[in-house]
């Protein structure tokens, strides 16, 4: 499987959710994204499984964002993506860095955040951000037929 890094697209009311050790976060109503890494041995396919766990809701949270996942009040609108080697997972981070929830996904580096709040639809900035940092972005609409549209 292609490996590379993503960005989760939700929208969500105003509500507070328990993450784990991070404990109960208030996230304001609008846009979230969450900024991934796919460069392990599954690659690609970790997108996949964040979206199946956002329709079924079946397994028990294993990453913060998981959390997301499994509340039904945050609906995944998108994900954007790029098949690369290159590590730019938190080169995203630092672009989209307004709007930050402190710790959320960032565990294992060294960025505040990566997960962000937007007012509006920041599908357009997101894929921006991944052609400054030299990436393909591709835009997979999250529905129950997911489709993919290049950008």
């Known amino acids: 499987m292609d490996k590379g890094t993503y960005c989760l697209i939700f929208r969500n009311p105003a509500c507070t959710v328990r993450v784990g050790a991070l404990g109960d976060i208030a996230l304001d ?21 964040h979206i199946a766990l956002a329709h079924s809701h079946d397994r028990r949270p294993k990453w913060h964002v998981d959390y997301l996942l499994c509340d039904s009040r945050f609906a995944p609108v998108c994900a954007v993506y790029a098949v690369s080697p290159k590590h730019a997972e938190c080169g ?19 960025c505040r955040s990566h997960l962000f709040h ?24 999250i529905k129950r037929d997911a489709t993919k549209e290049n950008v």
Do not use: M
């Open 92 to 110: 995203i981070a630092a672009a989209l860095a307004t709007g930050g929830v402190a710790r959320f996904g960032s565990s294992d580096c060294g």
């Open 118 to 141: 937007r007012a509006g639809d920041p599908r357009g900035e997101v894929a921006g951000v991944f052609r400054r940092c030299g990436l393909a972005p591709v835009i997979k609409t």
């Open 29 to 49: 109503a609008g846009f979230h994204v969450y900024v991934g890494s796919a460069l392990g041995g599954g690659g690609l396919k970790r997108l996949e499984r």
